[in-house]
């Protein structure tokens, strides 16, 4: 069976940080773009961060730019997102897809955040 499944999440004070991880099982992951998506409560998923199979490109949304950290080890299957200067407003549950995010021509990115079967994500509670 195909999936990924991700982990990480807690609660944490303004200011904190988190490490997600998005493991794979049943595919190999080097071959794909990895996303990280969330989606808070009353709000459409949105994608945060993106990552080429090799690992060499990044893009990040705005609101999140020098906080967030996507990485991934194409050894153990696994991407992250390493969270810090935690915000209020990143209280969402976050997911991870594959090949849901990439550069287009113009160096521009996409993120597709309402297509296909999500897992159960995990939940991020950012709050004093």
């Known amino acids: 069976q195909l999936q990924l499944v991700e982990s990480g999440g807690g609660l944490v004070q303004p200011g904190g940080s988190l490490r997600l991880s998005c493991v794979a099982s049943?595919?190999?992951?080097?071959?794909?773009?990895i996303g990280w998506f969330r989606q808070a409560p009353g709000k459409e998923r949105e994608g945060v961060a993106c990552?080429?199979?090799?690992?060499?490109?990044?893009n990040y949304v705005e609101s999140v730019k020098g906080r967030f950290t996507i990485s991934r080890d194409n050894d153990k299957n696994t991407a992250y997102l390493q969270m810090a200067d935690l915000r209020p407003e990143d209280t969402a549950v976050y997911f991870c897809?594959?090949?849901?995010?990439?550069?287009?021509?113009?160096?521009?990115?996409?993120?597709?955040?309402?297509?296909?079967?999500w897992g159960q994500g995990t939940q991020v509670t950012v709050s004093s």
């Open positions: 897809k594959a090949d849901q995010c990439g550069r287009r021509p113009d160096n521009s990115y996409y993120y597709t955040a309402d297509w296909g079967s």
């Open positions: 049943g595919f190999t992951l080097e071959y794909y773009n």
């Open positions: 990552i080429s199979n090799s690992g060499f490109r990044t």
